[in-house]
């Protein structure tokens, strides 16, 4: 049988990876920005597994390139 070990990241960590506060992953999160993460029974902690983490950066840079073009350019 083949080792299907999973590696999940904590909410700080994610933070730490996507270069945002713990407090705007919640955020994000909270309003759908990004997948929920998974609930730890017992201890209410949140992780993401660790091959979902691109996907998810993939996303926000998505919604960051579709706000920079909504933009509208001003004259100098």
Known sequence: MADQ????????GLASRLGYSIS????????????????????GRKVWRAEDIEAIQEQLQARRRKAADAMPLTAA
Request: hydrophobic share 35%.
């Open 5 to 12: 070990t999973t590696t999940l990241i904590s909410t700080g």
């Open 24 to 43: 705007n992953v919640k955020k994000l999160e909270k309003l759908g920005r990004i997948p929920a993460g998974i609930v730890i029974e017992g201890s």
